[in-house]
C-alpha cells in the first residue's frame, strides 16, 4: 500500500457513485448533550482541537475570493483506495460501507463551533445513514481524473462533510474510495478502512457474518489523554523534554534547513510526489544493519535523513518534529481516529560517516523522545508557547513521518485489493517527509513548496537519502 499523492487516483471509466453521511433522524442524539442539555457530553481530542482552529484561522484570513491569503493551509484530507473484482454487488457494497461508518464512532461525529471552542455530537449507530448520489456514467479517462480530483475535495473542516465515499462500477471491475478530513482519521487508519470495506464486502456478497476485531472508540481515547494531563502545569518535570528543545534554536518548530526558495510568512501551491528508496531486499538488509547496531529500522530511516540533510548542507545537530502513534495493543489497531501526538527529537550528525555512532544517538534521542508520548503536543505548546496552541505552522518546519504498512490490518491482501493511500496538500509554507515501508520497499512521499529552488533541493535530497540508505543496506555504512 503507498502513499501516494492525490493526484496518482487515476481509475478507468464507469459508472460513478457517491455517499456521504447523514443522520437519519435530522436532529441532535440525546445521547450527545450533557445531563443539563447545556453543551456535549464527550469531548474533541486535542488533536481535533487544534485541527478545527487552524482551519478557522485560515478561513479568517481568506480574502474575497475565499482562498487564503496569510497562514500557511494545512493538508485537511486523506483518502484511500482499492479494487474489487468481477460484477459488482451494489446492495452488499452500500451495506459494508453503512457497516464501517456504524462500526466507528469517530465517523459519526457532527463538529461545529460552540462558545468559541470545539464541541462535537455523536450520532448513533441505528440513528446513521448513507446518502446516496447516482452520479452517472463517466466515459473518458480524462473525465474520470477531472471527477476525482472535485471528489477529493469533498470534505470541509469546518461544515462537513467529514467523510465521502464512492465507487467507479465497470462491467468487470469496481474502484471504491474514500476521502476523510483529516479530523476524523490519520494516516494508519486509512489502512483500516480499506481493510474494513473490503472485508465486510467479501462477507456481505456472500451472505456471511462480517468478522472483524472489535475497535477501539477514538473519543474514549481523547478522554483518556485528557485524563493523564489534566494535571499539567508548566513547570510539571513531564514537560521537561519538550522546555529543553523549546529553549534551543528554533523553538518548538525547527526550521527545514535546507533552502526552498519561500519569503517570510509566503504560502504556496504544493507538489506532492512519492519516490521508492529501497526494494524489498534493500530495505531488509538495511533493518538487519540496523539491527545489527542496536536501533531500529524506524530509527535507521530517520538517522539517514538526519545524515543526508547535513550532506545537502544542513547543521550538524538534526531537530525535528515527528509524528508518533498512541495506538496500544488490543482493539487500537482496528480503530479509526487520530491516534497520534508530535513530539521534538534532536541528536548530532556532525561525524556523518560514522554509522553505529550516529545511529546510536538517534536510538538514545528516539527513547527520550518516547518517555514524553504521554504529553499532548497541544498541551506542551499550551503551556511553554502559548503563541502556537491553536495556529497553524509558523513556517517551514522539519518535519519526519514514518509508517510501516506492512503492520497494518489486511496488509496481506494490499496487493490484491491494489490499495493505495493518498496525502492531499493544496498549498503548504514547506516541505513534509512521510517515509513509510510497504513489502515492496522503502519509500517517500513528500509534499513541498512549488519553487523553482525547492524543486531542486527536493531532488538533490531525493538522491542523497537514496544513495545514504543504499549505503546502509549494501555496506552498514552511511
Not at 509566503?266 to 530495505?283: F, Q, R
Request: proline share 7%.
Amino acid at each position: 500500500m503507498l502513499q501516494l499523492p492525490s493526484t496518482d487516483l487515476v481509475v478507468a471509466p464507469g459508472h460513478a457513485i457517491e455517499w456521504t453521511v447523514r443522520s437519519a433522524t435530522g436532529a441532535v442524539p440525546a445521547q450527545a448533550a450533557g445531563p443539563d442539555g447545556a453543551g456535549p457530553r464527550r469531548r474533541p481530542s486535542y488533536n481535533q482541537e487544534f485541527h478545527f482552529g487552524a482551519a478557522r484561522q485560515s478561513a479568517r484570513a481568506s480574502g474575497p475570493s475565499g482562498r487564503p491569503v496569510a497562514g500557511p493551509s494545512r493538508s485537511d484530507s486523506f483518502a484511500a483506495s482499492f479494487e474489487i473484482e468481477g460484477p459488482l454487488d451494489a446492495g452488499a457494497l452500500e451495506e459494508a460501507l453503512l457497516h464501517f461508518v456504524r462500526r466507528h464512532e469517530v465517523l459519526r461525529c457532527v463538529f461545529r463551533e460552540h462558545g468559541g471552542a470545539l464541541a462535537l455530537d455523536v450520532v448513533g449507530p441505528r440513528d446513521v445513514k448513507l446518502e446516496r448520489a447516482e452520479v452517472g456514467r463517466i466515459d473518458s479517462p480524462e473525465r474520470a481524473r477531472h471527477y476525482l480530483r472535485g471528489f477529493l475535495r469533498g470534505t470541509d473542516t469546518l461544515r462537513g462533510p467529514w467523510l465521502v465515499m464512492g465507487a467507479m462500477v465497470r462491467d468487470d471491475s469496481t474502484t471504491v474510495y474514500l476521502a476523510c478530513d483529516h479530523i476524523v482519521t490519520d494516516g494508519m487508519s486509512m489502512t483500516v478502512a480499506v481493510h474494513d470495506i473490503a472485508t465486510a464486502y467479501a462477507a456481505l456478497r456472500e451472505g456471511r457474518h462480517v468478522a472483524l476485531p472489535e475497535p477501539a472508540g477514538a473519543l474514549e481515547h481523547a478522554e483518556r489523554e485528557r485524563r493523564s494531563s489534566r494535571s499539567l502545569a508548566a513547570g510539571d518535570e513531564r514537560l521537561g523534554h519538550w522546555r529543553r528543545f523549546i529553549t534551543g534554536e528554533g523553538g518548538p518548530f525547527p526550521p527545514f534547513p535546507l533552502d526552498l526558495g519561500t519569503r517570510p510568512g509566503g504560502v504556496y501551491d504544493a507538489v506532492n510526489e512519492t519516490d521508492t528508496l529501497l526494494t524489498a531486499a534493500g530495505a531488509d538488509a538495511m533493518e538487519a544493519h540496523c539491527r545489527a547496531a542496536g536501533a531500529t529500522f524506524a530509527t535507521g530511516v530517520l538517522a539517514a535523513v538526519a545524515v543526508s540533510l547535513r550532506r545537502e548542507g544542513g547543521p550538524d545537530v538534526y531537530r525535528g518534529l515527528l509524528p508518533v502513534s498512541t495506538r496500544g495493543r488490543g482493539a487500537d489497531p482496528h480503530s479509526m481516529g487520530w491516534f497520534v501526538n508530535i513530539l521534538p527529537i534532536e541528536f548530532p550528525v556532525a561525524d556523518e560517516h560514522d554509522f553505529d555512532g550516529v545511529l546510536a544517538g538517534a536510538q538514545a534521542a528516539s527513547t527520550r523522545m518516547a518517555r514524553s508520548l504521554d504529553v499532548p503536543f497541544t498541551e506542551a505548546l499550551r503551556l511553554l508557547a502559548p503563541e502556537y496552541r491553536s495556529a497553524p505552522w509558523p513556517a517551514a518546519v522539519n518535519f519526519f513521518s514514518y509508517m510501516d504498512f506492512r503492520k497494518a490490518p489486511g496488509a496481506a491482501s494490499h496487493g490484491a485489493w491494489r490499495a493505495n493511500f493518498y496525502t492531499s496538500v493544496p498549498r503548504t509554507n514547506g516541505v513534509l517527509l512521510w517515509l513509510h515501508r510497504t513489502g515492496a520497499g522503502l519509500h517517500l512521499n513528500c509534499a513541498f513548496v512549488d519553487t523553482p529552488r525547492a524543486r531542486r533541493t527536493k531532488a538533490a535530497l531525493v538522491r542523497t537519502l537514496a544513495a545514504t540508505v543504499e549505503g546502509i543496506a549494501l555496506r552498514g555504512a552511511f
